[in-house]
């Protein structure tokens, strides 16, 4: 009975590590799906300071990372012109740009010992947002969408 015991420990312990970060994945994809639009919609369409691709880039994940309030999270925000037009006078403001957020997750533990010998799990894993904005359709009075 203690062979057996010895051997399914660490089984069911396995079992239960790998649907605990499944489920804490999953919720931080929730979340992430969420935040990531909020914050493309708020700050994406008229950055504070210079309107160009790349301040926006840099508040909407200044904002997704206030926002997830995890720091282990790997963050990545990218912006892409989907208009000809917009590399030149007017950058962000009435361009559609796409913003693609991707978060990255290691799962924990992410490493430990077992009998003097380290292991390190090279796994992270990855969820990809990615938001449409038209500027021009988003302003005071008039209809929006994403």
């Not at 057996?4 to 649907?19: D, H, K, Q, R, T």
């Not at 006078?89 to 693609?100: G, L």
């Not at 799990?121 to 008039?142: E, K, N």
Request: net charge negative; with cysteine; glycine share 8%.
């Amino acid at each position: 009975m203690v062979a057996e015991m010895a051997v399914l420990v660490p089984v069911v312990l396995v079992c239960a590590l790998v649907a605990m970060n499944g489920a804490w994945f999953a919720n931080l994809c929730a979340k992430f799906d969420r935040v990531a639009m909020d914050a493309a919609l708020a700050h994406g369409v008229s950055p504070a300071g210079e309107q160009d691709a790349t301040a926006a880039a840099s508040q909407v994940k200044a904002a997704i990372e206030r926002a997830m309030g995890d720091p282990t999270l790997v963050l990545d925000v990218s912006v892409e012109h989907l208009d000809p037009l917009a590399e030149g006078i007017f950058s962000i403001s009435p361009a559609r740009v796409r913003f693609t957020c991707s978060m990255g997750y290691r799962p924990h533990p992410s490493s430990f010992s077992v009998a003097g010998a380290s292991f390190a799990l090279p796994v992270v894993a990855t969820h990809t947002r990615s938001i449409v904005v038209d500027a021009s359709t988003i302003g005071i009075g008039g209809e929006g969408h994403a």
